[in-house]
């Protein structure tokens, strides 16, 4: 039905409650994969939600460097989470965190790509489901 993946990865050594925080910030990172409204008989609205499964995975953190890596020399849109990002409180500060790192030094901890199948199956090899 898609021609398109989305995946998630996260290194896999992040507590419980810092997966399902990455995952949250990490899906909502791309305007194109959020649908329209929904309502139910009653005329009660509710939030869009994404359009397109999306399959979590998990690495090490130096395969999700890899990971990482790859989907920045293939010039794959990527949503980004960092591990200084859990000890900021908004948008502004996660923005500014990551300005601070040059790629081959960023804490990362969690990537979201989306871009045809085969090409986010290359970039992501080595991960697991997440489990």
Same mark, same amino acid.
């Given at each position: 039905?898609?021609?398109t993946?989305?995946?998630?990865?996260?290194r896999?050594d992040?507590?419980?409650?810092?997966?399902l @925080?990455v995952? $949250? =910030?990490?899906?909502?990172g791309?305007e194109?994969?959020i649908?329209t409204?929904?309502e139910?008989?009653a005329g009660?609205s %509710?939030?869009?939600?994404?359009?397109?499964?999306?399959i979590?995975l998990?690495?090490?953190? $130096?395969?999700?460097?890899?990971?990482?890596?790859?989907?920045?020399s293939?010039?794959?849109?990527?949503?980004? %989470?960092?591990?200084?990002? =859990? #000890?900021t409180?908004?948008?502004?500060? @996660?923005?500014?965190?990551?300005? @601070?790192y040059?790629p081959?030094?960023?804490?990362?901890v969690?990537? $979201?790509v989306?871009d045809?199948?085969?090409l986010?199956?290359?970039?992501?090899?080595? $991960?697991?489901?997440? #489990?």
């Open positions: 039905m898609f021609d993946k989305v995946a998630l990865v996260l896999d992040l507590a419980l409650w810092q997966k @925080n995952t $949250a =910030f990490l899906t909502s791309r194109e994969l649908g409204a929904y139910d008989a009660n %509710y939030n869009p939600l994404l359009v397109q499964p999306v979590v998990s690495s090490d953190a $130096a395969g999700l460097k890899k990971i990482y890596e790859r989907a920045l293939r010039d794959v849109e990527m949503s980004l %989470y960092i591990e200084d990002m =859990f #000890s409180g908004h948008d502004a500060a @996660n923005r500014a965190t990551v300005k @601070n040059s081959e030094d960023m804490p990362v969690g990537i $979201a989306r045809e199948k085969k986010v199956d290359k970039i992501t090899k080595g $991960a697991k489901l997440q #489990s």
